[in-house]
């Protein structure tokens, strides 16, 4: 049982961080760059991102009760423990803090398209605290599967 739990262990960072990366930077600038309907490309990014952050949550728990068995009373030790909350922390913060933000600014300018609305300020702003956070956690999450041995020690 022990094997198993260490490969869903190895599977819940390589889905996370692989999802993180693939959307991120590979699906979302491609939706942008081949649809003509740019409000379209964010809708379909930003579900995208939602499925990112719920499979992030659900591998953070795991993660995280995962680092804490295995190291029993040293988990608050753990390099990977750390990065790992972190990660989850800015999940968190991502979607349940900035998102409602982006999608009340949205809202806010209907009809319009919140670009073409007196709110593309604010929502160009808050896009782009978005990213960064986004960027952040990915660039964490690259850490966290060169360090991942260290989880299983």
């Known amino acids: 049982m022990q094997r198993v739990a260490e490969h869903l262990y190895s599977i819940a960072i390589t889905l996370w961080v692989g999802a993180l990366w693939a959307i991120g930077y590979l699906a979302a600038p491609v939706l942008f760059r081949l649809l003509d309907d740019r409000a379209l490309a964010g809708r379909v990014a930003g579900e995208m991102f939602t499925y990112v952050a719920w499979l992030g949550i659900a591998a953070a728990a795991y993660l995280l009760v995962f680092v ?3 190291k029993e009373g040293g988990a608050f030790r753990s390099s990977v423990f750390w990065l790992v909350l972190l990660m989850l922390l800015l999940t968190v913060a991502g979607y ?3 998102q409602p933000i982006l999608a009340q600014l949205k809202a806010d300018s209907f009809p ?10 604010r929502f160009v702003a808050w896009h782009g605290v978005s990213s960064v956070v986004y960027l952040v956690q990915s660039l964490l999450g690259l850490m ?6 260290r989880g299983l020690r």
């Open 68 to 70: 804490a068995l295995r």
């Open 112 to 121: 319009r398209e919140v670009m073409e609305s007196a709110l593309r300020d």
């Open 144 to 149: 966290l599967v060169a360090l991942q041995g």
């Open 96 to 98: 349940f803090g900035v």
